[in-house]
Protein backbone atom coordinates (compact mmCIF):
# COMPACT_ATOMS: atom_id res chain seq x y z
CA UNK A 1 0.00 0.00 0.00
CA UNK A 2 1.23 3.48 -1.23
CA UNK A 3 1.94 5.76 1.95
CA UNK A 4 -1.26 7.87 2.82
CA UNK A 5 -2.90 6.86 -0.79
CA UNK A 6 -5.99 7.05 0.36
CA UNK A 7 -5.47 10.66 1.98
CA UNK A 8 -5.15 12.20 -1.09
CA UNK A 9 -2.21 14.05 -0.22
CA UNK A 10 -3.67 15.67 2.64
CA UNK A 11 -0.78 14.64 5.36
CA UNK A 12 -2.07 16.66 7.88
CA UNK A 13 -1.55 14.08 10.59
CA UNK A 14 2.29 13.93 10.10
CA UNK A 15 2.41 17.94 10.82
CA UNK A 16 2.97 18.12 14.00
CA UNK A 17 5.12 15.50 15.82
CA UNK A 18 8.65 16.53 14.58
CA UNK A 19 9.45 12.54 14.71
CA UNK A 20 7.44 8.95 14.17
CA UNK A 21 5.55 8.83 16.92
CA UNK A 22 6.20 5.80 19.00
CA UNK A 23 5.34 5.61 21.89
CA UNK A 24 8.04 3.87 23.53
CA UNK A 25 11.85 2.94 23.15
CA UNK A 26 10.03 -1.05 22.56
CA UNK A 27 7.93 0.15 19.82
CA UNK A 28 10.57 1.75 18.62
CA UNK A 29 13.21 -1.45 19.07
CA UNK A 30 10.19 -3.68 17.39
CA UNK A 31 11.42 -2.33 14.23
CA UNK A 32 14.07 -4.69 13.70
CA UNK A 33 15.39 -3.47 9.93
CA UNK A 34 15.78 -0.06 11.00
CA UNK A 35 19.00 0.88 10.64
CA UNK A 36 20.73 2.94 13.10
CA UNK A 37 21.42 5.74 11.73
CA UNK A 38 17.14 6.24 10.86
CA UNK A 39 16.49 4.91 14.86
CA UNK A 40 19.05 7.13 16.05
CA UNK A 41 17.63 10.58 15.77
CA UNK A 42 14.52 9.76 17.03
CA UNK A 43 15.97 8.56 20.21
CA UNK A 44 18.05 11.81 20.46
CA UNK A 45 14.81 13.67 19.64
CA UNK A 46 13.29 12.15 22.94
CA UNK A 47 16.19 13.17 24.65
CA UNK A 48 16.11 16.55 24.11
CA UNK A 49 12.18 16.51 23.95
CA UNK A 50 11.63 19.73 26.36
CA UNK A 51 14.19 22.08 24.37
CA UNK A 52 11.94 21.45 21.20
CA UNK A 53 10.26 24.62 20.16
CA UNK A 54 7.37 23.73 18.31
CA UNK A 55 5.65 21.22 16.37
CA UNK A 56 6.42 20.70 12.80
CA UNK A 57 6.00 17.89 10.66
CA UNK A 58 7.46 14.11 10.89
CA UNK A 59 11.21 13.81 9.60
CA UNK A 60 9.76 10.54 7.98
CA UNK A 61 7.01 12.74 5.94
CA UNK A 62 8.97 13.63 2.44
CA UNK A 63 7.87 14.77 -0.64
CA UNK A 64 3.91 13.76 1.22
CA UNK A 65 4.97 10.74 1.87
CA UNK A 66 6.10 8.75 4.81
CA UNK A 67 9.17 7.55 3.68
CA UNK A 68 9.51 4.48 5.96
CA UNK A 69 5.63 3.23 5.80
CA UNK A 70 6.43 -0.54 6.38
CA UNK A 71 8.19 0.88 10.01
CA UNK A 72 5.55 3.47 11.01
CA UNK A 73 4.53 3.41 14.41
CA UNK A 74 1.31 1.60 15.43
CA UNK A 75 -0.36 5.07 16.28
CA UNK A 76 0.07 6.01 12.40
CA UNK A 77 -1.45 2.58 11.29
CA UNK A 78 -4.66 2.76 13.38
CA UNK A 79 -5.35 5.92 12.65
CA UNK A 80 -8.82 6.24 11.29
CA UNK A 81 -9.06 8.00 8.08
CA UNK A 82 -11.90 10.56 8.29
CA UNK A 83 -12.37 10.06 12.33
CA UNK A 84 -12.53 12.52 14.59
CA UNK A 85 -8.52 12.95 15.59
CA UNK A 86 -8.24 13.36 11.50
CA UNK A 87 -10.57 16.07 11.39
CA UNK A 88 -8.86 18.04 14.04
CA UNK A 89 -5.57 18.05 12.42
CA UNK A 90 -7.23 19.07 8.85
CA UNK A 91 -8.50 21.88 11.49
CA UNK A 92 -4.88 22.53 13.02
CA UNK A 93 -3.24 22.43 10.00
CA UNK A 94 -6.03 24.93 7.93
CA UNK A 95 -5.29 27.07 11.03
CA UNK A 96 -1.49 27.02 10.52
CA UNK A 97 -1.73 27.71 6.70
CA UNK A 98 -4.52 30.59 7.61
CA UNK A 99 -1.62 32.32 9.79
S1 LIG B 1 -5.51 13.91 8.74
FE1 LIG B 1 -6.85 12.30 7.97
S2 LIG B 1 -7.03 12.63 5.75
FE2 LIG B 1 -5.25 13.79 6.51
S3 LIG B 1 -3.51 12.40 6.21
FE3 LIG B 1 -4.24 12.10 8.31
S4 LIG B 1 -5.70 10.41 8.16
FE4 LIG B 1 -5.38 11.17 6.09
S1 LIG C 1 5.76 7.92 10.76
FE1 LIG C 1 4.94 8.23 8.72
S2 LIG C 1 2.71 8.06 8.95
FE2 LIG C 1 3.60 8.37 10.99
S3 LIG C 1 3.56 10.59 11.37
FE3 LIG C 1 5.54 10.10 10.47
S4 LIG C 1 5.29 10.40 8.25
FE4 LIG C 1 3.25 10.25 9.17
Redesign the pocket.
Same mark, same amino acid.
Given at each position: MDA?V? +??G???? +?QFCNVPPFQSIEELMEQTDLPNNIRDPIIRYWATLNAVPSPGPCVWLQGGFCVHWEQRPRICRD?????E???L??QM?QEVNDG
Open positions: LD +CGCTSC +CFEIGGMCRYQT
